[in-house]
């Protein structure tokens, strides 16, 4: 869910990217799978990570990928829980309570840290 908070960078990009094709892929099931329309599901303000942030968010990557490299093969679990945070990290319902409750939490965190340094 942090991902999808980003401002920008390569890690922000891939984070747009993959929310635009499962957002895709919701939209094509719901219009063509069962005749619906397409509900707009996303908060009205959107809360963006203060640089403190956006530090967290690059360690918790290079400890994310050293995890994915450290086990034996392509661990697909890593994949499917971050498809789902990047989908539902700007939901209005109480799915996206996490991603809003956590951007203060980790901006608050990051700039205190890298206040220290």
Do not use: Q
């Amino acid at each position: 869910m942090l991902l999808i908070l980003s401002a920008g960078g390569l890690l922000g990009a891939g984070a747009d990217w993959s929310l635009w094709g499962s957002s895709t892929i919701g939209d094509a099931v719901l219009e063509h799978g069962v005749g619906g329309d397409t509900p707009d599901v996303t908060r009205s303000s959107h809360l963006v990570l203060s640089p403190g942030g956006h530090a967290v968010v690059i360690i918790a990557t290079v400890v994310l990928i050293a995890v994915w490299t450290k086990r034996r093969g392509f661990n697909w679990m890593i994949v499917r829980a971050l498809a789902s945070g990047i989908s539902l990290g700007l939901a209005s319902g109480v799915a996206g309570v996490a991603g809003y409750v956590l951007s203060p939490v980790v901006s608050a965190a990051g700039d205190a840290v890298t206040g220290l340094l």
